[in-house]
């Protein structure tokens, strides 16, 4: 795989490096041994996806606050989408910064998302599967949503006026409402 680290330290997009023949090909997509040599963990404890049934549909900011917050790894398995991490560390020189990548189906791109990155994406296609790797179980009294049109972070959204988010997306919270929480 093809490491490549991001401006929000300890993010990474991950390429693969496909081994072709006439079948096709085979890549790995995840490897214990070369993300511990970049620095990040691969002991993901569990997958879900996400189906996503028209283009346009926003869901996050996402992340899990401490003591459960999480490393996460993104692929798309079907179309395409435009995948945002947004750096909520409190100690970090990107504090509030943004990063986005498209990740598809064709690139076969993946995200790594490390703990104290809000993640949330709009989907470009009229479909779009992801597909997401966790290090930690998913905490419902530790999550957090941040909202996705939050000014102070200003998120350039390829179509924010065709966006469907959930109700719990759409009246998320600030960062500034959140802050005591997340930066304590
Ligand atoms: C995360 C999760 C959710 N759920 C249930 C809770 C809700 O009843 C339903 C949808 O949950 P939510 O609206 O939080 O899911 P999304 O808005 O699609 O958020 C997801 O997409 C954004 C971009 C992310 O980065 C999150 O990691 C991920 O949660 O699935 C579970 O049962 N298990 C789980 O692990």
């Not at 569990?46 to 996460?72: D, F, M, T």
């Amino acid at each position: 795989m093809k490491f490549t680290e991001l401006p929000l330290t300890g993010a990474f997009l991950i390429e693969i490096e496909p081994r072709t023949d006439e079948r096709g090909f085979f890549a790995r997509t995840v490897c214990r041994d070369e993300f511990v040599h970049h620095g990040i963990r691969a002991d993901f404890v569990q997958q879900s996806i996400s189906y996503n049934n028209r283009r346009g549909i926003v869901r996050g900011l996402h992340l899990q606050v401490a003591p459960h917050q999480e490393n996460k790894l993104v692929r798309v398995t079907s179309g395409a989408i435009y995948d945002v991490i947004v750096d909520l560390r409190p100690d970090s020189p990107t504090r509030g910064r943004w990063h986005a990548a498209e990740l598809s189906s064709d690139n076969r791109q993946a995200l790594y998302i490390p703990p104290g990155l809000a993640h949330g994406f709009q989907t470009l296609t009229d479909t779009a599967e992801v597909f997401y790797q966790m290090t930690v179980p998913h905490h419902p009294q530790a999550a957090r949503t941040v909202h996705w049109k939050d000014s102070t972070i200003g998120i350039d959204w390829p179509a924010p006026d065709t966006a469907l988010l959930s109700p719990k997306d759409n009246d998320a919270p600030t960062l500034a409402q959140l802050e005591t929480e997340l930066f304590a």
